[in-house]
């Protein structure tokens, strides 16, 4: 059975930093994109990154690049998520994903953790 757990959220001021972590378990694949999307309240869910379980590469939301960093340590099966600048829109709930396709589209993840909530005060 694969299981995506998710931690490292909280509380945080404006301008502060976090950093999330995905662990994996039961997931056999190496290929494939793993993710990190986030939903604020009342809000759809959106892709903030991705990486490219075979080539590393990376992709970020136009709102995050430059201030996240996604990373993978396939030793620890768990995937980060450094997040650093942080503002009052950054807040809501980080939910990791593991799946195959176009890696900044939610269709593309079959596996979702159950996320971590971020909230940053001004």
């Known amino acids: 059975q694969v299981k995506l757990v998710e931690s490292g959220g909280g509380s945080v001021q404006a301008g502060g930093s976090l950093r999330l972590s995905c662990t994996t378990s039961g997931y056999a694949g190496s290929r494939g994109c793993m993710g990190w999307f986030r939903q604020a309240p009342g809000k759809e869910r959106h892709w903030v990154a991705s990486?490219?379980?075979?080539?590393?590469?990376?992709n970020y939301a136009d709102s995050v690049k430059g201030r996240f960093t996604i990373s993978l340590d396939n030793d620890k099966n768990t995937l980060y998520l450094q997040m650093s600048s942080l503002n009052s829109e950054d807040t809501a709930m980080y939910y990791c994903?593991?799946?195959?396709?176009?890696?900044?589209?939610?269709?593309?993840?079959?596996?979702w953790g159950q996320g971590t909530q971020v909230t940053v005060s001004s």
């Open positions: 994903a593991a799946g195959g396709g176009w890696c900044s589209s939610s269709s593309a993840y079959n596996y």
């Open positions: 990486i490219v379980r075979e080539r590393g590469d990376t």
